[in-house]
């Protein structure tokens, strides 16, 4: 795999509260000759396993920080990028350093940067999930909880993580408001947040239902195709002027 064929979609997030775009999750792509768009169920794993995903990760992150830079020189000055960081590469030692430099050599202020993490890596190694968590914070970046509500630990890290938002997982998002188990999950995640004094976002939003339901809950913010797909950047930047 050469870096040269991998891209990043940008999907926006929403505001529903302000009902503005806030900001983007970076998703990567990889432009195969042969077999054309791979989605990264198509890639990631390998990429894994063979540790590409160390260098992958760290074209991404820069990339993305490079990008909201671009945006804030554009006039957007209220967007945040939002990237996703795998297990591999919130094990290394040096994560928080590699952002720090990242966020020099981009000059994107660390508040214009988000992070998503899974409660699996906090987890596994707490004490070092602490100490990196503790350094970005530093760094004013925003850390978000993804796929909230599908790993198995404890809740009891929500206080001892310096987290900034629970991302609820599509599997309970797709099953609202029809689904009285996950409309009452969804519901007591968003409730959670607030009482933690978290931000909570709500992914995988197609309907206009599913959209209706999340802003009766008070959910803050959503993403999901009734808003965008993921878009190539030139078309991001399109649907912020043409929303
Ligand atoms: P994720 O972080 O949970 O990302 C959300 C996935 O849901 C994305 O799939 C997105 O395209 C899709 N999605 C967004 N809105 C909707 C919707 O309304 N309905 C449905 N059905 N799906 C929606 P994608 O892009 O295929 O990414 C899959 C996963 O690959 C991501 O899940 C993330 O775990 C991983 N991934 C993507 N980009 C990166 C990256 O740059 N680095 C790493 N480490 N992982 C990445
Ligand atoms: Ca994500
Ligand atoms: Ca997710």
Redesign the pocket.
Known sequence: MELHVVK??L?PLIDIQQNRVLGA?????WQHPQRGLL???QF?PI??QSGL?IE??EW?LRT?CFQARQWLDNGLTQLVVS???????FRQPNLAELVAQTLRDSGLPGDRLEL?L?EGMLMEQPEAASATMAALKQMGVRLSL??FGTGYSSLSYLKRFPIDKL?I??SF??EIPADDDSSAITGAIVSLAHSLQLKVIA????TKEQLDFLIQKGCDEV????F???LAANDFQLKLSNP
């Open positions: 990043l979609h999907q999750e970076a998703l990567i792509r989605l990264p169920a990631i990429a894994e995903i992958l990760g991404v993305a990237v996703n960081v795998s297990a591999v590469q998503e899974t993804d796929d991302k997982d599509q998002v797709r992914e995988g939003v197609e993403q999901g195709y009734y965008s797909k993921p």
